[in-house]
């Protein structure tokens, strides 16, 4: 979403920007073809200039014809590899070339390379274990390298800020390391559920890298649509979300809950701030899993220090989860992502993926920008045939400055049987 207007209906043009790198690649393609067959023909019928002198050649010359034909394939293949070459150009796509000065030893160590110790795995197919790594670490190879300079068996560097600025670059996932990650003492944690609303201390969090050094000054400050003052857990009003509504753009999880006909049971919470949703289900025995960056806050500790399960990952990042799981997913404006409006479209397709059938999709307080950004989102869910049991638009007046209103969508989605 974001800048870029969304044209769904308009399936025709989606296609033909979506393809513009490979329709180039094909023009290519084509071209090749047809030159190397250009080239053949020419092979093939400069022999008869040789029966013109029948006394030199009365046969076909076999060897000469097959010197040209693998000729051609020569020719074919270095077309091919050059293909190869304009097309990761055209993607911006390169493996990471580790052969370059100054690359970490540890991250060569990683990304070796190592043959299964018995040859082809038979149930997987595969011959050798390669470690994985984000594509686009490629991009910021010396913030990797860096990352991946410390001693071995060590105490790691305290550098998760330079982890997440990787991850948010596309590096994810980030290559493992061999050293001690830095441990915060957590004294003080509460039992459960006890823990749900009880406040952090500033002391069991880490808080190197950011800006505010305790939660009093967290809760001054607005960190997104989705987290005003979400860490104050006993005043404002993060105790009352979910359970209380402040207008009709927000659903009750009680409400929500009996429209899963009981069987809710797990959930996931994409953009969860500090957790709440995933603490107001776990009340009602709901087993949410909250995905979360730490930007700007430590989040990640906060919701597990709550008693929640908190997973560290960034929206680009397919979901590290298997077909048809949760019951339940939940989305704010977190699910905003930007850019192209086929990205927004790579991540509905995931959010579907992993949701069983007859699953909710609760999509919280949504916010648009414009007209025509919730025309575009209406119509993308649309396509994915849910059945709306609750779809409110919502207007808050002067919410964006005198005389500008801010549009935004709540509804409550089930996913179909689709065979
Ligand atoms: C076939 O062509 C090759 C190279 O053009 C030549 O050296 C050879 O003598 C030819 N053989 C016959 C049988 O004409
Ligand atoms: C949650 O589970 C516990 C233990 O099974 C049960 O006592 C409690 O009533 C349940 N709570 C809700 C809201 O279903």
């Not at 509504?245 to 701030?273: E, M, P, Q, Y």
């Amino acid at each position: 979403m974001g800048s870029v207007s969304l044209k769904i209906g308009d399936g025709t043009a989606r296609f033909r920007r979506a393809s513009l790198c490979s329709s180039a690649v094909n023009v290519l393609m084509l071209f090749s073809v047809i030159t190397t067959n250009l080239f053949a023909l020419y092979a093939f019928t400069s022999s008869p200039k040789d029966q013109a002198h029948p006394t030199q050649h009365t046969h076909k010359n076999i060897s000469f014809i097959s010197e040209q034909v693998s000729l051609i394939i020569r020719e074919i293949e270095s077309s091919q590899k050059k293909l190869a070459q304009m097309e990761k150009e055209l993607l911006g796509y390169e493996s990471i070339d580790l052969s370059r000065p100054n690359t970490a030893s540890e991250l060569k160590l990683f990304l070796q390379r190592h043959q299964l110790p018995l040859g082809k795995d038979s149930k997987t197919g595969i011959t050798e274990m390669v470690a994985s790594v984000g594509h686009s670490c490629d991009k910021s190879v010396d913030l990797l390298s860096q990352y991946m300079t410390y001693k071995v068996s060590g105490a790691c560097p305290d550098d998760w800020s330079l982890a997440q600025r990787l991850i948010l670059r596309g590096c994810e996932p980030l290559p493992r390391r061999r050293c001690f990650a830095k441990s915060v003492p957590k004294v003080g944690l509460y039992s459960f559920p006890i823990s749900l609303w009880k406040p952090v201390s500033d002391k069991i969090v880490s808080w190197s890298g950011l800006g505010c050094k305790n939660f009093e000054c967290l809760n001054n400050k607005k960190l997104g649509k989705d987290c005003v003052g979400c860490f104050d857990l006993a005043n404002g009003y993060e105790n009352q979300r979910f359970v209380k509504a402040r207008g009709k753009n927000d659903f009750l999880i009680d409400d929500v809950l009996a429209l899963g006909s009981g069987g809710t049971r797990t959930g996931f919470d994409i953009g969860g701030g500090s957790g709440t949703f995933a603490a107001r289900m776990a009340e009602r025995n709901v087993t949410v899993i909250t995905a979360t960056l730490n930007v700007d806050a430590p989040i990640s500790e906060f919701v597990s220090a709550r008693g929640l399960f908190p997973v560290y990952l960034s929206l680009d990042h397919r979901f590290p989860f298997y077909d048809n799981v949760f019951d339940i997913v939940h989305a704010a404006s977190g699910l905003d992502v930007g850019g192209r409006p086929e990205k927004l479209e790579f991540l509905m397709f995931d959010i579907d993926r992993i949701l069983r059938a007859g699953g909710l999709f609760w999509l919280d307080n949504f916010y648009c920008a414009n007209e025509e950004k919730k025309k575009a989102l209406t119509r993308l869910i649309e396509r994915f045939g849910y059945r709306k049991l609750k779809w409110v638009v919502g207007e808050k007046p002067d919410a964006a400055g005198p005389g500008k209103s801010e549009v935004y969508l709540s509804g409550v989605l089930q996913k179909p049987v689709r065979v």
